[in-house]
């Protein structure tokens, strides 16, 4: 799905007498620049951009100093800063545990953006299972967190560690019920099918009873990017960062980009199983793919800042006792649908 | 059968006292089984600055800037008590219009007060954004205080026998702008959390103060009218002008987080009622009483009580004749509402402790001294 | 109060005079506990404060009790020697006792006997002396 892209970077090389292993490896180390560049761009985006909303909305003004009145350049000042750190690794800390932790919390939150549909010709791969790779990917970071929290030698962050992998867990089942609507109701774990099916026959959000997936999904996607209500597992408040409190500089900087990543993730990704990926009319695709993806993105940063947070136990009860049984029963449905020839 | 041969062990951990959430220099050991606190031990200190120690070696006047900062949140009160207590000692009749003043500074203290409560209590609970409402809402009051005696904080507004200086002109038209701006704020407040579903998960029925341990505690304030006891210093043995205002003591039965959070909205409701209606009946005269430079009361002693935000702020004077006192005791709400808080803390979760602490609403500064 | 104080202790009253709505009495170590115990029976249930004052010949120890319906006071005072001063505590009638009297014990030195956890609460542990002594 690449418009022929990959094709005619293959045969220009394989052209010069290039071996095919080759040229396909630098073809997939192009990919993965790109992947890698646009994430970090994205995410410098991003904390500008939750800087900015949050202080509108508290009556402030946020970064306007670095890089201009809008303060464009705040996040990479910040990320140099980061970056100069001094390397801290705690006594007591286990070293490999510790410093590997990172790189497994940071690495799934790239991975997942190959399958990515940015426009009709821009994804990376489309993997037939597509969905399955998602969700299987999605659980890599769970076992980084609980190094980061064991690894530290540091009780808040075990604590913090507990706590996030119970939460993530939890909602790991309503979202990937969620999910399972849609790929039932596309007919396929191909990304490039759920979204053939949304531009045929319109948003899956707007065909009766995906909306139920689609609530559960963004709410299911807010605890597992650990977002308010649901931040407990970092709640500075509380646990002083929970889980990464002794991670600094670079090795911080991951976790933070790895979050911030993550959300993004989840939010293209809700734009492409239910708002219709880059559907839409006038404009490029790519451009209505961002917009809707930044949509929703607003909305969860909205809901951060007005909103308290939720203690661990009422977490896990919602998840428990509200929202696998709504995901049940949005799958039940969303089955009953199809078989009826309603979807 | 898995049950029993997994074994658990209780870990002891230590909040602060460098903590975000425990509101100053104090330190929380919590003993833990799992999530669930077992046991709690405040340790204190870490702000001691030997006050009442200091007050042996000053005069009576000397004296008075250094109550502001006790319970720096709400200077006034300290300042009341103390004052209150000199003045006994000494006969003083202070003037009426220094009278209506002091009132109006109280109660604009009260209301600071409580809107760093708001602050800091919706912050723990990470609703951010409420925390910067209610501090720019605070900023209005610093604002006139610093019109009025030129400080924000540690204003000093009282002196042995009334008020520093009068109010400035603008002050009362501004003063009515403000009483007239906050009730709609405080809606606004009631919005984002009282009436949001989180919030109240978060803090109804949580951290459960029975009236007989808050009387065996000595708790005063929100503390203990959040657990439906109807005790207001102002009312129980009324001083400046209190006797002659109309307000309500504000109660809530529910022992709960929730009810002392709503017995603070309730009383920066009625301390804008209070304002308003002293900045109307403002009597004209002096602001301050002759004293003389010299103060010298007579042998003996005084307690003087005062309806501090947090509870009874007491301040006991012992006097021999001299220039300076022989002893001065601050009678601090906070220190009985921290050691009461192990009582309030047993059984609840690790995640309940931060709104716990917050509930209760304690100045390190007071505590320690 | 005063008179039922008058009834109940006697001789034991060293002395008793109403200023204002403070009740000040002055009891022997001994009676501490009766006397507060009776106080709390008779409505003086809020213990506002527990201190010290040092007038150089003997230490005062000054008990506030407070009846919250009616606001009376009683202000039991009781002396004690400037060092080695042994008190009985008051931490089994009174809950707020218990932090009240490690406040007295770390900043004057009276000991309290009977008190469950008697040690500094101001000052750090490894303090030595106590301040508030002239």
């Not at chain 1, 801290?88 to 497994?104: E, H, K, S, T």
């Not at chain 1, 293209?268 to 451009?287: D, I, K, R, S, Y």
């Not at chain 2, 340790?43 to 006790?70: C, M, N, S, W």
């Not at chain 2, 009597?283 to 005084?302: F, I, L, N, S, T």
């Amino acid at each position: 799905m690449n418009g022929g892209a990959s094709e005619r970077v293959f045969a220009f090389l394989t052209g010069y007498g290039v071996p095919e292993w080759i040229a396909s490896a630098v073809w997939m180390l192009l990919m993965a620049i790109a992947v890698i560049v646009f994430v970090l761009l994205t995410v410098l985006i991003l904390v500008w951009l939750e800087r900015k909303i949050s202080a509108d909305m508290q009556s402030r003004v946020g970064p306007n100093r670095t890089g201009g009145r809008f303060g464009l350049l705040q996040t990479m000042a910040d990320a140099l800063k980061l970056l100069m750190k001094e390397d801290l690794v705690p006594r007591g800390a286990d070293r490999a545990v510790f410093i590997l932790a990172p790189f497994l919390v940071f690495v799934p939150a790239l991975l997942v953006f190959l399958v990515v549909p940015f426009s009709d010709k821009w994804m990376v791969k489309d993997l037939n299972l597509g969905v399955l790779f998602v969700i299987a990917v999605s659980a890599f970071p769970v076992i980084g967190l609980i190094m980061a929290g064991w690894g530290s030698n540091n009780k808040y962050a075990v604590l913090g560690a507990m706590r996030a992998v119970a939460q993530l867990m939890s909602y790991e089942i309503p979202l990937v019920l969620a999910m399972v609507c849609v790929v039932v109701a596309a007919g396929s774990l191909k990304v490039g099918d759920i979204v053939a099916a949304q531009v045929d026959g319109g948003w899956f959000v707007t065909r009766f009873p995906l909306q139920l997936a689609f609530l559960v999904y963004m709410i299911a996607a807010m605890a597992e990017v650990n977002r308010v209500p649901f931040d407990l597992p970092e709640a500075e408040s509380e646990l002083v960062a929970g889980y990464f409190v002794e991670y600094s500089g670079m090795r911080f900087a991951l976790f933070f980009l790895a979050e911030f990543a993550h959300l993004f993730f989840v939010s293209a990704f809700a734009t492409t199983l239910f708002l219709g990926a880059w559907a839409g009319p006038g404009l490029p695709p790519v451009v209505w793919f961002l917009a809707k993806t930044y949509a929703v993105i607003i909305v969860i940063m909205w809901i951060r800042w007005t909103v308290p947070r939720l203690r661990i136990d009422q977490i896990m009860s919602f998840a428990w006792k509200l929202l696998v049984p709504a995901s049940l029963l949005a799958v039940a449905l969303t089955g009953a649908a199809v078989v009826y020839g309603k979807l | 059968m898995l049950q029993s041969s997994v074994r658990t062990e209780q870990v002891t951990l230590n909040m602060g006292p460098q903590h975000p959430s425990t509101h100053g220099v104090l330190r929380l050991e919590l003993v833990l089984d799992g999530e669930v606190v077992v046991d709690a031990r405040p340790v204190i200190g870490y702000l001691h600055r030997g006050v009442e120690k200091i007050g042996e070696a000053r005069t009576y006047p000397q004296f008075l800037p250094y109550t502001d900062r006790i319970d720096y949140l709400s200077a006034a009160s300290n300042n009341g008590a103390y004052v209150q207590a000199v003045e006994k000692l000494m006969g003083v009749e202070v003037p009426d219009r220094a009278k209506y003043l002091r009132v109006i500074a109280l109660e604009l203290n009260r209301i600071a007060s409580h809107l760093v409560f708001i602050a800091t209590f919706a912050n723990d609970l990470a609703a951010t954004t409420v925390f910067l409402y209610a501090i720019r809402e605070r900023e209005l009051i610093m604002d006139l205080f610093e019109m009025w005696v030129g400080a924000r904080l540690t204003q000093s507004t009282f002196r042995i026998g009334g008020v520093t200086e009068d109010i400035p002109e603008e002050f009362l038209p501004k003063a009515r702008e403000f009483c007239a701006l906050l009730p709609k704020r405080l809606e606004e407040y009631d919005r984002l959390l009282t009436g949001n579903r989180i919030f109240e998960a978060r803090t109804r029925g949580v951290g459960i103060l029975p009236p007989e341990v808050a009387w065996d505690y000595a708790c005063s304030g929100p503390t203990l009218r959040g657990s439906g006891v109807s005790f207001d210093v102002r009312r129980a043995e009324p001083y400046e002008a209190y006797d002659q205002v109309d307000f309500e003591v504000v109660t809530h039965p529910a022992c709960d987080c929730l009810g002392r959070y709503l017995v603070r909205m309730g009383e920066m409701r009625e301390s804008v009622r209070i304002i308003a209606q002293c900045v109307d009946r403002l009597p004209q005269g002096e602001v301050r009483a002759k004293v003389g430079r010299v103060v010298k009361p007579p042998a003996g002693e005084a307690y003087g009580r005062v309806e501090s935000p947090r509870g009874e702020f007491g301040c006991y004077v012992v006097s021999d004749g001299g220039t300076s006192p022989v002893r001065v005791r601050l009678r601090a709400p906070s220190f009985f509402h921290l050691a009461a808080l192990p009582q309030m803390l047993r059984g609840w979760k690790m995640g309940d402790v931060v709104a716990i602490l917050g509930s209760i609403d304690i100045v390190l500064g007071e505590v320690d001294r | 109060m005063m008179e039922l104080l008058q009834k109940e202790l006697g001789e034991a009253l060293q002395a008793c005079e109403q200023v204002g709505k403070e009740l000040r009495i002055r009891v022997t170590p001994q009676q501490l506990v009766p006397v507060t115990r009776l106080c709390k029976q008779h409505g003086y249930t809020y213990p506002c404060d527990i201190t010290a004052v040092d007038m150089r010949t003997e230490l005062v120890l000054v008990y506030r009790l407070i009846a919250p319906d009616s606001g009376e006071q009683v202000v039991v005072k009781v002396g004690a020697p400037r060092s080695g001063a042994r008190i009985p505590t008051v931490s089994g009638v009174y809950g707020a006792a218990e932090w009240l009297e490690r406040e007295v014990y770390d900043l004057f030195g009276v000991r309290f006997e009977g008190h469950p956890d008697l040690r500094r609460i101001l000052l750090t542990d490894d303090w030595e002396g106590h301040p508030l002594l002239k």
